[in-house]
């Protein structure tokens, strides 16, 4: 069993659009995560949730939001999509409360804004 | 955010060691330091990470230098499955999430 799945894999679609990113983790997990990583191969973080509240979000535009449901999942809508949004996200997941917890990653998903 | 320095990339032959070095000058007592990988299309994965003392498991082994102001991941017998991006990453505890820097690609000749 994946331990973070993401879908979808490939998106493919164009600017103006809006589209989502789904994530899920089956690890019991209480804090998940978004990361971007741009066509220079540089992961950054976007946001953090932590038992479905906001814990950071590191000044994305406003046209992306976050939704928890639950604490194993962590949606990501885009809304407007223009060509710079096009990049890999990955979705990940820790448990809180130590700075030594391991992070797990997903696959990613393949955003492609044309 | 704590900041690490990393060449940006070496080479190995495989099976023989690699060991991969991290600057972070400006680490504090509480940062652990934590060590991912990133084969091509692939989410980064976790190698190992420590706070103080040296640290072994199934995939490498990290040596934290005494003042911990340094650190060095090692690979004891590279594959040609190594060939990844790693990534030496402080992680603070009060935010608690991962900083990537620009990371180390390592080639690994056959």
């Known amino acids: 069993d994946t331990a973070v799945s993401q879908t979808p894999k490939y998106l493919v679609t164009q600017m103006g659009n809006d589209k989502s990113i789904k994530c899920e983790q089956n690890?019991?997990?209480?804090?998940m995560y978004w990361y971007k990583q741009d066509s220079k191969k540089f992961l950054k973080i976007m946001f953090s949730y932590n038992n479905k509240e906001l814990i950071i979000n590191e000044t994305v535009p406003n046209r992306f939001s976050p939704k928890s449901p639950d604490k194993a999942h962590l949606n990501l809508h885009i809304n407007s999509l223009e060509l710079g949004d096009s990049a890999v996200y990955f979705c990940?997941?820790?448990?809180?409360?130590?700075?030594?917890?391991?992070?797990?990653f997903g696959e990613g998903s393949w955003l492609t804004v044309v | 955010d704590a900041k690490t320095t990393q060449p940006n990339s070496m080479e190995s032959n495989e099976e023989e060691p690699v060991h991969l070095p991290c600057n972070h000058s400006?680490?504090?007592?509480?940062?652990?330091i934590h060590w991912y990988r990133q084969l091509p299309s692939q989410g980064p994965e976790y190698v190992i990470h420590?706070?103080?003392s040296n640290v072994n498991n199934r995939m490498a082994s990290l040596a934290i230098a005494e003042d911990r102001k340094s650190s060095t991941l090692i690979l004891h017998r590279a594959t040609l499955r190594d060939a990844a991006v790693y990534y030496c990453i402080l992680r603070d505890a009060s935010f608690q999430k991962l900083v990537f820097g620009t990371g180390t690609r390592l080639l690994v000749s056959p």
């Open positions: 400006t680490i504090s007592g509480t940062d652990y």
């Open positions: 690890l019991g997990h209480d804090t």
């Open positions: 990940a997941s820790s448990q809180a409360g130590s700075s030594g917890n391991t992070i797990y």
């Open positions: 420590g706070l103080t």
